[in-house]
């Protein structure tokens, strides 16, 4: 017997007996989102590589090592896209959404990137993402955070804490910039590979190095909310004032700069300590010249993503989806075709119960062990005697009663009644 074909490395099969968290987290943050006046946006997964170099950077990993790019028949270079915010952030340019334009937007779906599979971190994963533009403000900054907060809470999601940092505006990150390059080619023996190669490109990136031999040459390197412009300062206190009133808990973390070079004042991170390594679970921040890098029109912009598979394991163990309410069981031939046709019509009926007709054959005995095996509250029988006689048998699962008969002609009626009493 040949083999079969193997899931690509890196991207899972999300089977049913799984699905009940993630639909319960897709539940929660569509009805959540709603609230707070953010509204759907859909994007394709693939997009032009130039979107991702001029927004993510290309001295980031994720350009440089991870994202999944090829040539197209036409020539062009694309690739599958790696996170969400610039392929929306194109959708709102190339659609003429913006122009002066306040927006709250939302997607969720797919990325992709080539990173080397352990739990937590996969090479198809999904995201649900947030965006808001055209906010100059810290009010949104804050509103964001408290959103996000208050979904750990609809979700029962308690093992998290919220760091929050600074970049400040492009010149005062420049001016940064020429301290940590100079600190760390003082020390430039005792950078890793992947640091020394960001030296030259971005350095902000080697503050987010994972490597423990870096620790302590990090800790004394330069910090960046010593060298904040003033409005920048004035924009994070009134965002700390904010989540203060808010109740919302933080902790400011000078070596939190995230992966993704178009980041500019307010970043925030929450993490866990239920998931080992991998414990971001959703990170995000201010964009404020990202959408005149991408060529549209001067726009302020803040958003986060959270990462599904991660959120779903906090989520532990969901009860599934209940089960049918009726459950109909069929004799003879005749009879399979009248189950359907009885089916139907309780679907189109004003109670509409769930309903699942047996089929596939199978013994009376097994058709009733498949009955109480889908959680139905009632079972009904139909042979070829009851449709004669113009009935179906009645039989409850889920408690103490008698098998009775009523009338076809009533079944939606007489069931209606029987399942809310």
Known sequence: MSKGIAPVRGMNDVLPGQMAGWQLLERVTRELFSAYGYEEMRMPV????????????????????EMYTFTDIGGDSLTLRPEATA?????????????????????????????????????????IDLEALGFPGPDIDAELIALTARLWKRLGITRVRLQL???????????????????????????????????????????????????????????LPDYLDEESKAHFAQLRASLDACGIEYQVNPRLVRGLDYYSRT????????????????????????????????????????GMERVVELLGAVPPAAGPQVYVIVAGESAERKALELAETLRDSPQAPS???????????????????????????????????????????????????????????????????
């Open 267 to 306: 970043v925030f991170e929450w993490t866990t300590d239920a998931l080992g390594a991998q414990d971001a679970i959703c990170s995000g921040g201010r964009y404020d010249g990202l959408v005149g890098l991408l060529g549209g029109e001067s726009t302020p912009g803040i958003g986060c993503a959270l």
């Open 46 to 65: 693939v997009e032009h590589t130039e979107l991702f170099k001029r927004s993510i950077g290309e001295y980031t990993d994720i350009v440089e090592k």
């Open 355 to 421: 309903v699942h007709v047996n089929l596939g054959g199978g013994s009376i005995k097994t058709q009733f062990r498949r009955a109480d095996q889908s959680g139905a509250t009632l079972a009904l029988i139909l042979g070829e005697a009851e449709i004669e006689r113009g009935v179906v048998a009645v039989k409850p699962l889920r408690a103490e009663g008698v098998q009775s008969e009523i009338p076809l002609a009533e079944a939606a009626v007489r069931l209606a009644g029987l399942l809310n009493s």
């Open 165 to 223: 940092n600074s970049l400040g505006t492009p010149a005062a990150r420049a001016a940064y910039r020429e301290k940590l390059v100079a600190y760390f080619q003082q020390h430039e023996s005792s950078l890793d590979v992947d640091s020394k190669r960001r030296l030259g490109g971005n350095p902000l990136r080697i503050l987010d190095s994972k490597n423990p031999d870096m620790r302590s040459l990090i800790a004394d390197a330069p910090s």
């Open 87 to 127: 392929g929306l952030l194109r959708a709102a340019i190339s659609n003429g959404m913006l122009r002066g334009a306040r927006l709250k937007l939302w997607t969720a779906g797919p990325m992709f990137r080539h990173e080397k599979p352990q739990k937590g971190r996969y090479r198809q994963f999904h995201q």
